[in-house]
């Protein structure tokens, strides 16, 4: 109780803010813990081409919801070539154009503060994008607040808010060093909404080239078997199950 009052001193400190809005649980919980607090707030989404089906429509949808204003800003991600080659800093500099644009836009709506979900189980080691929030002057509430994802979700509870699995954009599947193409971008899209219609939590579809490693709980290994034939027939030329499961790292998952 102590951190969610601290919270709330905090975002009315920074008010009116702008709440960087990914359609994730800890940026919803933010905006709806603000919209409930009446603090002064708007959200913002970008829409990069890189985030899984449903992100996006579940940002609006609790904006929505919520009566907060909702911008989204276009912003194709792929004309920038460190992201389109892929390479080491990728995800740094995707977080740092996406975050510019966010800041951008809160200036031009009159807001104070951009504010995100950021809390303190997010590593800088494993979120290299991180680096980019620092620089722009974006503030992590629930970090502040020393907020974990255990408060989040619990608040998530009181708040009405569906805790959604884990995410991550889809060139997160891609190894490092490979370009990130549309056409893997799409196929990995199609393949990891096909296997959660039938595989609860947290999924990953690892892409090379034209080759696919299903990452998910090794408790559902038979109920996966049975949809390979149907991830293949998406344009995968080979399926293969990890047969450790989900593996944390993103693109770095690969090597281990």
Not at 33 to 60: C, K, M, N, Q
Request: aromatic share 4%; proline share 7%.
């Amino acid at each position: 109780m102590a951190r969610v009052c601290g919270l709330d001193a905090v975002l009315k400190s920074y008010e009116p803010i702008a709440i960087a809005l990914s359609g994730g649980t800890d940026s919803s919980v933010l905006l709806a813990y603000a919209a409930r607090h009446a603090i002064p707030a708007i959200a913002i989404s970008v829409d990069t081409g890189l985030a899984p089906a449903g992100e996006l429509a579940a940002a609006r949808e609790l904006a929505n919801r919520q009566g907060v204003p909702h911008v989204i800003i276009p912003l194709d991600m792929l004309k920038i070539p460190a992201i389109r080659e892929n390479l080491p800093e990728r995800c740094y500099v995707c977080k740092r154009a996406m975050m510019e644009a966010v800041v951008a836009e809160a200036e031009r709506q009159g807001c104070r503060t951009v504010v995100d979900g950021t809390h303190t189980g997010d590593s800088p080691e494993m979120r290299p994008g991180m680096r980019a929030l620092q620089e722009l002057g974006i503030r992590s509430p629930f970090a502040e607040c020393g907020m974990g994802k255990v408060d989040i979700e619990a608040l998530a509870a009181d708040l009405g808010v569906a805790v959604r699995p884990p995410s991550a954009c889809l060139a997160t599947r891609i190894p490092t060093g490979e370009p990130v193409t549309r056409e893997c971008l799409a196929l990995v899209g199609a393949a990891e909404a096909l296997l959660a219609q039938e595989i609860p939590g947290t999924l990953r579809v690892r892409c090379s080239g034209r080759r696919a490693i299903i990452e998910a709980d090794p408790a559902y290994r038979r109920r996966l078997e049975r949809l390979l034939g149907a991830v293949k027939g998406l344009g995968f030329e080979d399926v293969a199950i990890a047969p450790g499961g989900y593996k944390e790292g993103g693109a770095d998952s690969w090597k281990r």
